[in-house]
């Protein structure tokens, strides 16, 4: 299969982290797909791996200054001659400096006049990564469009443990294709509601009765979406994931807030895919002063709460679609089908938890898709993102069928 990559033009921006020497990889991969390969170079960038690799590499001169022996080099040409634009690795002082509209160098002057598709693969040291201020830049860089390819955790050059990795080559190459690939807009016109996370129930000001759901499902189904054309609201609970910024995001904390926020927006949705895991149950009533541990035992009144899908179900008019998930750990398969019937839903997404790798926290999952007309699909483990396209793709052709 052709790359998507295939006879576009590529800046490739390589700022001063250790893992530059992973941008010569980057390089080639790019150039394999076929792409052409324009290199910039802070000087930074210099000090870890030399222009000339990456100058053979790509069989073009590599920038590193804006004007230099050869001459001046016209950044606004540059950046209008991409068709994309890759900075990586991304160091924390070159986001903050694309954050902020900062060009001092002969990258961030062609960031600046570029009008294409901007990728950025951070690297950097744990600590340096969550910092307050790196994460800001971050988010405000997602809100201009441009798209964060996530850096990876393990080990970092400094000997700790944890996130801060450059994305591998080929997990960046794939991000890109994936990206650049003439998107599907199969659901343009699409109002979807989506409901994702856990939510908390509070026992009192400081502490909650919660669930181990990531988010991570109901993000990526709303990313994909939003990416296929649909107008998404994502009815998150707390949740560490984020969505992309298409997506309308309301945050929530509790089932009732989801409840409410849910029923709102249905009868404006054409459809709803409803992916949260929402605590059955929430205390009676929560204290309004923090609980103090004088007692030997304490008993907690649990209520049970409304359940969201079955009233969406039940005010569910011609022409709107429901999809909703079952977890199951016994007997699966049977109650699946009668949640679809008793949530009226159009069809049901179950997890298959007795899988490795499928489920809460991973980054994969298997689902198999059981639909009112007792048809059945079953798939293989994939990535989150995968299935969510194998969902969408689900509703998109019932959808089609009107
Ligand atoms: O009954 P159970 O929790 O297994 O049903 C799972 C499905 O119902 C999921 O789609 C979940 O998002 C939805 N649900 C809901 N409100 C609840 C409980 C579950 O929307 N209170």
Redesign the pocket.
Known sequence: MSSALKGKRILLGITGSIAAYKAAMLARLFIKAGAEVQVLMTAAAADFIAPLTLSTLSKRPVYSEVSSESGWHNHVELGLWADAMVIAPATANTLAKMAHGMCDNILTACYLSARCPVFFAPAMDLDMWRHPATQANVRQLEQFGHRLIPPASGELASGLHGEGRMAEPESILEFLEKSLQAANQDLSGINLLI?AGPTFEAIDPVRFIGNRSSGKMGVAIANAAAARGADVTLILGPSQERPDSRVRLIRVES?LE??AE?LKRWPDSQAAI???????YRPAEAATEKIKKSQDSLSIQLVK????????GKQKVNGQML??????THDAEA?AKQ?LER?N?DF??LNTLTDPGAGFHHDTNKITIFFRDNKRLDFQLKSKQEVAADILDALASILARG
């Open positions: 409901t089932a989801m409840h849910a409803l992916s949260a895991a929402v605590a059955d709460n409304p359940d969201i899908a079955a009233d969406l999809v909703g998930f079952a977890l199951e109650q949640k949530k839903f049901i997404v």
